[in-house]
């Protein structure tokens, strides 16, 4: 630089200085400050921080052919979760903010039996030692509606991200959320990336039976309906990009030791229908009675289409068959439930709570999914179509659940969930045999006001 230039430089910033200091100084200024000072406080009103703290053992031991073509798949990992979620700054228009991040560590999880969905795989199919993730979201509010727009965790009946595993699913895109109506919650959203339970990134794609969302994304909106009272209900629509529309209806009562619980929805392919032709409709109804500790629910679920009720986003599957392992959602498929569920607090252990569950299906037939479609694909190494489920598909899956949580002391929150599952089928339901255990201890901590 030349003398000239770094005169001219010295000259600049004497100028910038001096004219922040009358801005310091004028009579504007402390209102200026002020202002600052009240969105800090109200970005930190309301605001909340937490850690969660999760050490999470899976073991599934295939009883026939799994699709790795492994017999046995076990890891144990822990993970660790942050949530901020900020106030919003005061005005009539509020802006705040949300952030997550992830850390996820190997304890156990060698080459022979990697996969199990806690933890990412290398090149050469090992469980990575660790993986971490973050992200957060932008959200403006205004009277009682907000909308959020970045990376977040999603819950509605047609696009709802999962929690299932170490790590949580996330999704990226806009989300809208008023609650300008008494006793009703209006949500619509439009996503196009996603973080799967074991990665690191939020480009992925969500996959479902037949569709997946590489083709664009989805789009959603719906409203909850008196969910503080006796009746209440839902009622959603959303659109995978050129493949389907998917509709969806709910109708709940809740009475003294009594509540009852149905579910519907209709989906049909669109644009070009990249999954293939869709016609689908999907229904179940459950009801529970209490009595002291105990609890009993019957449930009944029924597919009618030629291709399985589908869905993105892992637990975006509201209807009554959907459990631990299986979703009962072949098509054609008829299912039964039976539960048990038992607070042990009546009989002196408080926290302790345990159910049991046994569904059966059958009637599968899918062999008229059309042919070409995301249900039944060419199979160049058959040299025909190969549908993914067959005719005359039944299954069956017992799911056994013990979880305690500690009611006090330092160790208060802290839980403990040991489940085991079951799950059997024939060739024609081309489900896998497997008898599968969950051990996840689970402990969050709040931190106070920020």
């Not at 999880?109 to 050469?124: A, R």
């Not at 009703?184 to 973080?195: D, I, N, R």
């Not at 489900?431 to 106070?448: A, H, K, N, Q």
């Amino acid at each position: 630089m030349v003398a000239s230039d770094a005169l001219t430089a010295v000259q600049k910033q004497r100028t910038v200085t001096g004219c922040l200091l009358v801005l310091m100084c004028a009579p504007g200024a402390p209102a200026l400050a002020a202002d600052a000072e009240q969105a800090v406080q109200g970005l930190r009103d309301g605001a909340s921080l937490e850690l969660l703290s999760r050490n999470f053992f899976l073991s599934n031991d295939f009883r026939s052919p799994s699709p790795s073509g492994k017999h046995y798949t076990q890891e144990w990992a822990q993970g660790f979760i942050t949530h901020l979620e900020s106030g919003f700054t005061p005005g009539t228009l509020g802006v705040g903010f949300d952030a997550h991040g992830f850390l996820g560590l190997k304890l156990d999880g060698g080459k022979g039996h990697s996969g199990t969905g806690l933890l990412p795989l290398d090149q050469d199919g090992r469980s990575q030692s660790n993986y971490s993730s973050a992200g957060g979201a932008l959200k403006l509010r205004t009277s009682r509606t907000t909308l959020a727009f970045g990376e977040m965790m999603v819950q509605t009946p047609v696009f709802d991200t999962a929690d299932k595993r170490l790590q949580p699913e996330y999704a990226t895109g806009l989300l809208l959320d008023s609650r300008e109506i008494e006793d009703v919650q209006v949500l619509a959203g439009h996503f196009t990336a996603f973080k799967n339970q074991n990665g690191s990134t939020g480009k992925g794609d969500f996959d479902g039976y037949g569709v997946s969302t590489r083709t664009g994304g989805i789009d959603f909106i719906g409203a909850n309906l008196f969910e503080n009272r006796p009746v209440g209900g839902a009622l959603y629509a959303s659109q995978l990009s050129d493949t389907w529309h998917q509709y969806y209806a709910n109708l709940h009562l809740q009475q003294s030791g009594v509540s009852l619980d149905s579910n519907a929805y209709h989906t049909r392919d669109y644009g070009s229908a990249v999954a293939g032709a869709i016609d689908n409709t999907a229904y179940s109804l459950a009801g529970k009675y209490t009595a002291g500790a105990h609890g009993l629910t019957l449930a009944y679920q029924k597919i009618n289409g030629d291709t399985p009720f589908d869905f993105v986003g892992g637990d975006s599957i509201y209807l009554a068959n959907s459990i631990k392992y299986a979703d009962f959602n072949g098509p054609h498929e008829r299912s039964w439930q039976a539960r048990y569920d038992l607070d042990l607090a009546a009989f002196g252990v408080p926290g302790l709570k345990f159910m049991t569950r046994y569904v059966t299906g059958r009637g599968i037939n899918g062999t008229h999914a059309p042919q070409g479609g995301g249900y039944n694909p060419f199979d160049p190494s058959v040299g025909e179509y190969v549908p993914q489920q067959g005719d005359g598909g039944r299954h069956w899956e017992r799911d056994i659940d013990l979880r305690y949580v500690v009611q006090s002391g330092p160790a208060r929150n802290l839980s403990v969930q040991v489940s085991q599952v079951t799950h059997r089928a024939n060739a024609a339901q081309g489900g896998s045999d497997i008898d599968r255990l969950y051990i996840v201890v689970e402990y969050p901590i709040t931190f106070g006001k920020l």
